[in-house]
């Protein structure tokens, strides 16, 4: 079974407006962290923001926030006023536990293409 | 600018060919990761090293042998690889393995057509 689940294979914003990208997850861990991260046509995976099980508020980075409902097991990543800059691939990944059992694995989903039109 | 540094960032090669990734991180951690990224598929984890001890082998074919000589460097060493290893190659570093919360930053990736 996926762990990691980003329905949206593409998406599109009009410039300056905001942008919600679908992720879902799966695990039986008390104690995991949420990333999301950007992947440019360069190659380079650009870390966004984090939000970890625990954290009672939704993590935010500038212009990133993350709408984390755990109960829903859905963590997903909100742009406010796109720019053209933010045409990107986005990747949520999940690390599971803590401790000397975690070998520091990042599951990936499978990517949301966003296009900013101007 | 980026603490990860991947070299090359191209590479073409043929199956019987032997050639070598590189990577080396500028940011003191301890932890270094081998990633692969084909087309249409998530990222997968390869091969996870803390303090140049390998932790994570993700049942990777013995085509592909990692390296990490010291925490700041790690190598691919690729030999007889196959069309369907063509991919993207992403390294990353963290800060350690064991604690979920600290992201793992990564490096522009060496793009590898096997021919």
């Known amino acids: 079974a996926q762990k990691i689940t980003q329905t949206q294979p593409g998406m599109f914003v009009q410039e300056k407006e905001a942008v919600t990208l679908d992720c879902t997850y799966d695990t039986s861990d008390q104690s995991y962290g949420l990333f999301w991260y950007k992947q440019p046509s360069s190659g380079e995976m650009i870390f966004l923001i984090y939000q970890g099980s625990y954290d009672e508020q939704n993590a935010t980075e500038g212009r990133y926030s993350l709408n984390f409902q755990k109960a829903r097991k859905s963590a997903n990543l909100v742009i406010s006023a796109s720019q053209l800059g933010d045409s990107a691939m986005y990747f949520c990944a999940m690390r599971e536990g803590l401790g000397s059992s975690n070998t520091g694995k990042l599951i990936f989903g499978q990517g949301t293409t966003l296009q900013v039109k101007p | 600018e980026t603490g990860v540094t991947q070299t090359p960032r191209h590479l073409v090669m043929g199956m019987t060919n032997k050639k070598s990734l590189k990577c080396e991180q500028h940011l003191g951690h301890n932890a270094m990761y081998w990633y692969k990224q084909s087309a249409k598929k998530p990222l997968e984890l390869m091969f996870v090293?803390?303090?140049?001890?390998?932790?994570e082998n993700n049942s990777v074919p013995s085509r592909f042998s990692p390296e990490c000589p010291n925490s700041s460097h790690l190598f691919l060493h690729l030999h007889t690889l196959q069309p369907e290893d063509s991919a993207l190659y992403l390294c990353a570093s963290s800060q350690e393995v064991t604690y979920s919360n600290q992201p793992q930053h990564f490096g522009d990736g060496t793009r590898l057509s096997i021919l």
């Open positions: 090293y803390s303090l140049e001890e390998r932790v």
